[in-house]
């Protein structure tokens, strides 16, 4: 309808009208369907980012105290260094993408960060994640919270975001012990052992090996791994267990500590949240079967969650990671590789680098195959691969901070105008 045949509504005649009924039907009923579909999409979003109350939630509606969630005298000094009357303290039991679950000595409710929160923090490592404390405020019937800042991190657990993006990506923190499983299948590596542990390390968590599903090798050959892994990491516990024997879950109940906080690690289908059922007592996660043809496991755990077991003890469960990328630095790899890190005082050079050294002890050692070789080429890709991080992190840290300069003087120039 071009503009000379164009009539407002109100100079139609009744025949017009009748003609252009029929369209008018069709474009209200396009509409409509339209709309119902926008809006369903929409409520789902919002479903799926209200976090879902599970069993375990309902059941850690007890009364608990501080101490019981992890409070000890370290964040109590925080507190009296930065006081802040005006607020609660309490804990994130749980972070999905912008809003959260906190735990006070009373109950588990949702949470949300200020505005101000948000624009003060640089990265999403200095948001709330996993087993932060937090000063908090809560609405006239105490049932949401509103997190206002944070407590400095004891300790953390991170790693390097997937992708090519340059990022931190944070696991969990103020953690005390990090339950590094892996399955006594196929898909043992220990070069994936390696990187956890330098990932513990690097956040000064005590690294822990478990060892699942020990019934598929038997007691003889899992006392074996176990031995290796006591010989490459010096001072790490190592337990084998099974999820379907139930052989060492005695063995792995007696590491935890009342008020002491553990974090489970590793990749999907080696049994993590199987175990978390058994020490809470019951199924309160769903859990997934691997697949028969390549023994991989299903991404089944799609958030990171704390939890109190009966103990006392505080058990954070995480996601199966497919990709472990390290922003460690170098303290963090020595520490990981003792054995290489005690070698290399007796290289030649000081700033050996490994590789191609005339009088390198550890290449000696390489040679004369009193050093497992893939062992070395771990170290020597995991230096490399961290040195390489940390410099493209402190790169586009400097831009930003260059584009976040330029921002604020234009601004500044246009207030002045």
């Not at 949300?112 to 908090?136: H, K, M």
């Not at 931190?168 to 390696?194: G, K, T, W, Y």
Request: aromatic share 10%; glycine share 6%; with cysteine.
């Amino acid at each position: 309808m071009n503009r000379e045949q164009y009539k407002p509504w109100e100079k139609m005649t009744s025949l017009e009208y009748q003609e252009q009924r029929p369209h008018l039907f069709f474009t209200i009923l396009c509409f409509s369907l339209v709309s119902i579909v926008i809006f369903k999409r929409l409520g789902r979003r919002q479903q799926r980012c209200v976090p879902k109350r599970h069993k375990s939630q309902r059941e850690a509606e007890k009364q608990m105290e501080f101490a019981d969630l992890g409070f000890d005298s370290w964040f109590q000094s925080k507190r009296e260094e930065s006081p802040r009357p005006e607020c609660e303290i309490a804990r994130i039991t749980r972070v999905d993408r912008d809003r959260y679950l906190i735990r006070n000595t009373e109950r588990e409710l949702s949470a949300e960060i200020t505005g101000n929160l948000f624009y003060r923090s640089d990265s999403s490592r200095d948001l709330p994640c996993v087993g932060d404390w937090a000063y908090v405020q809560y609405n006239s019937d105490r049932t949401h919270a509103i997190i206002h800042d944070l407590f400095p991190r004891k300790t953390f657990l991170r790693r390097k975001s997937s992708g090519l993006k340059v990022e931190h990506q944070m696991i969990a923190a103020n953690v005390d012990a990090a339950f590094i499983v892996q399955s006594c299948d196929p898909n043992f590596n220990p070069r994936r052992l390696e990187r956890y542990i330098v990932l513990a390390n690097e956040g000064h968590v005590e690294p822990v090996v478990l060892l699942s599903k020990s019934d598929l090798i038997g007691s003889e050959e899992a006392d074996r791994l176990i031995a290796e892994i006591n010989e490459a990491h010096r001072g790490i516990r190592a337990v084998a267990f099974s999820n379907t024997t139930r052989n060492g879950w005695d063995m792995v109940g007696r590491i935890f500590e009342k008020g002491k906080t553990y974090c489970l690690l590793g990749s999907s289908g080696v049994g993590k949240t199987t175990l978390l059922n058994h020490l809470l007592g019951h199924e309160a996660f769903e859990t997934s079967p691997v697949r028969e043809a390549d023994s991989k496991g299903r991404h089944t755990t799609s958030f990171r969650y704390l939890s109190a077991l009966d103990n006392g003890a505080l058990l954070i469960d995480t996601p199966g990671m497919r990709e472990l990328g390290l922003f460690a630095d170098s303290d963090s790899v020595d520490d990981s590789f003792s054995d290489i890190y005690e070698l290399a005082r007796d290289c030649k050079f000081n700033d050996c680098s490994h590789t191609v050294e005339v009088g390198c002890a550890i290449l000696q050692a390489v040679q004369d195959r009193t050093l497992d070789e893939g062992r070395y080429q771990s170290y020597i890709k995991l230096t490399k691969e961290t040195a390489f991080h940390q410099m493209s992190y402190v790169e586009k840290r400097r831009k930003d901070k260059q584009f976040g300069r330029m921002v604020k003087s234009i601004l500044k120039e246009k207030r002045k105008r």
